[in-house]
């Protein structure tokens, strides 16, 4: 095994012994979507055009991305929380290579994340949501939706190294709260006015989502959408790889500059 490898492989071994000794915050993070789909679903299902199961069927693919998002707030916290406590100092004393830290989170955290999807889906069948297309096309969808969330980890360790603040990094990653708010996750954009659908189609979250329900065969890719969520797969491929490709090099080149 290269040394590079060796210092991932430690990384992302570290990162799950810290979420194990921690199971708290794991628990919590799994409860809250699926507290948000009971309620969601129930309520507002009542309240939109698309009634009961038909809406529980729509959201289940929009709480599966806005988690995935979600780790742009895990990503920042733990890295602000490392830096603040000088870890990550000690760390660039040690002989590791830089982009093993940086790497080694992200990668641990899509782990966490692959098995923390399992109750949502559980919950997601008991209240109606089915996979009605292909086995490849769920496949397809568990696909992106963890390259997806691979990117937002990727955003948010870059900026915990950024703001190297716990408190900080804990206000900033609250108001990610409402990026999901901004997206077609929860409602359909068809009837927003047209600066906000713009907007809200224009948000990578919008096209994961339709991307997630055309691959599950839970509701068809909208007409008349921007070209991201006109044409989902490929709008999810493209803004997973420009986080990706901007941020995780920016954040190995923040850690190994420290606060230079």
């Known amino acids: 095994m290269s040394a590079w490898a060796y210092d991932g492989a430690a990384l992302v071994g570290r990162q799950l012994r810290r979420v194990r000794n921690s199971p708290g915050i794991a628990i919590l993070t799994q409860i809250m979507p699926v507290n948000m789909l009971l309620f969601f679903g129930y309520v507002f299902g009542s309240a939109l055009a698309m009634p009961g199961r038909e809406y529980r069927s729509f959201l289940v693919p ?27 100092d000690r760390f660039r004393t040690m002989p590791v290579s830089r982009a093993a830290v940086p790497l080694g989170q992200a990668v641990a955290d899509l782990v966490v994340s692959a098995l923390g999807t399992v109750p949502l889906l559980l919950v997601g069948l008991a209240v109606g949501w089915r996979v009605e297309g292909s086995v490849a096309g769920a496949l397809g969808a568990v696909g992106l939706l963890l390259l997806f969330r691979f990117a937002c980890t990727s955003v948010g360790i870059l900026l915990g190294l950024l703001t190297r603040s716990e408190e900080a990094a804990g206000q900033l990653g609250a108001s990610t ?13 068809d009837n927003l006015p047209g600066w ?65």
């Open 177 to 189: 709260f409402v990026l999901p708010l901004l997206s077609n996750a929860y409602i359909p954009t």
């Open 62 to 88: 929009g709480l599966l991305v806005a988690t995935a998002a979600g780790g742009i707030m895990t990503g920042m916290f733990q890295a602000a929380q490392d830096t603040h406590r000088g870890v990550t």
């Open 196 to 260: 906000l659908r713009a907007s809200a189609e224009w948000n990578p979250i919008s096209a994961v989502t339709a991307a997630l329900r055309d691959l599950f065969g839970n509701a068809p890719v909208p007409e008349g959408a921007a070209w991201p969520v006109a044409h989902p797969v490929a709008g999810s491929l493209a803004w997973s790889a420009v986080l990706i490709a901007v941020s995780l090099p920016l954040a190995v080149r923040r850690y190994g500059h420290g606060e230079r």
